[in-house]
């Protein structure tokens, strides 16, 4: 006669497990979305008795820490767009500038879906990430153009000049970034499973930015600051050497008043970093054997920091594990641990879980090893 290996309880009755495990690299969602489906179907096929349920849904939280990604890559979208618009003070500059974003994001997602990538957190993790890098090329791309159409130069020149300038300092910038995260591709195993897609975001994104900042972003900039560029040139406004000497017109505008005080505390502060960094230029070999002895300091936390493969992360669910002696029988394990407790509530920054007036503690909540 056979031992019994197991004793399954969902809501303090007696059921029957069935696991469900994907293989390969088949969505978890997609699994989960066609069982959902054929539920219904296949309880018609069962006794009336019999009550068919999904219990331990991964999708809830694959799906959770999916919107969760994407929710944070918007805000940091929004962030950076909005942070341009008050250093540029021209929504027309930062129109051109955070449109450079979508589209560099899409040309990331055509690039992974034609590797056969999906949309998940590592893939997400990495598109996020790479928000906030890929305004650069576009941005300098724009200041550049607007410097010299300050200086009273055509659009057509000042775009073609402005651009011209830059290619070589963005296209190193652009290998220094994408360069460290070439190592990534190294990694084997579930490291490597993991952290491949992730690199592969940020490349694609970041080369996407490039190829934008060098074709779309000059082109927007000939339809949109063509009147910016007119303004420039008007006797009314003159050069930036002459807007120096010339105050500002008063405006009522309260976003351009604010964009105006953040830029008169900015050059204040930009004039402090003047005179600090001419105090470290003097003061050379101190510095340096300073950030050197900094350094190898910061080394002293390492043993601090613990080791872990994986961070702890909110699973929604706890798991509360009861062990029995040795060669104890499973019925009497089930009949000592009860299935179902009677209350589980936080003491003391623990969990407690009430069963037969007995005290168990068990694992943080929402914590998963």
Not at 249 to 267: D, M, V, Y
Not at 281 to 297: E, S, V
Not at 317 to 345: C, L, N
């Amino acid at each position: 006669m056979s031992t019994r290996p197991n004793v399954v309880h969902v809501d303090g009755k007696s059921a029957v497990l069935l696991a469900i495990v994907k293989s390969g690299a088949v969505s978890t969602l997609s699994i989960i979305s066609g069982i959902k489906q054929l539920l219904p179907s296949v309880a018609k096929t069962l006794p009336a008795s019999l009550n068919l349920a999904a219990v331990g849904d991964q999708s809830v939280f694959v799906t959770s820490a999916v919107y969760s990604v994407m929710r944070e890559g918007v805000i940091a979208a929004a962030l950076t767009g909005m942070m341009v618009l008050l250093f540029l003070g021209s929504w027309r500059s930062t129109l051109i500038i955070t449109v450079s974003i979508p589209l560099s994001i899409l040309a990331s997602v055509a690039a992974l879906s034609a590797l056969g990538e999906t949309i998940n957190v590592m893939t997400l993790g990495g598109l996020a990430l790479a928000v906030g890098i890929l305004v650069d090329e576009a941005t300098v791309t724009i200041e550049n153009i607007n410097w010299h159409l300050e200086h009273g130069k055509e659009v057509e020149a000042a775009i073609l000049d402005g651009a011209q300038q830059i290619v070589i300092p963005a296209t190193v910038s652009l290998l220094c970034i994408c360069i460290a995260f070439v190592p990534m591709f190294g990694l084997s195993g579930v490291a490597g499973y993991l952290f491949r897609p992730l690199a592969e975001a940020v490349i694609f994104a970041m080369v996407a930015s490039y190829v934008l900042s060098r074709t779309l972003v000059p082109t927007l900039a000939n339809y949109l600051l063509r009147k910016q560029g007119l303004e420039a040139r008007s006797p009314h406004t003159g050069t930036v050497a002459d807007s120096i000497a010339i105050p500002a017109r008063f405006s009522r505008n309260p976003l351009l008043r604010f964009q105006r005080g953040f830029e008169h505390a900015f050059e204040a502060i930009r004039g402090g970093y003047l005179g600090l960094l001419q105090l470290c230029l003097l003061n050379r070999g101190k510095l340096i054997a300073g950030f050197i002895g900094f350094t190898l300091l910061s080394f002293a936390l390492a043993p601090y920091l613990g080791e872990d493969f994986f961070p702890s992360v909110d699973g929604g669910q706890i798991k509360m594990h009861v062990r029995a002696q040795t060669g104890t029988r499973i019925e009497e394990t089930t009949s000592e641990a009860p299935p179902q407790t009677d209350e589980v509530y936080a003491e003391d920054g623990a969990l407690i879980a009430i069963a037969n007036d007995r005290w168990t503690p068990i694992e943080p909540a929402g914590t998963m090893p």
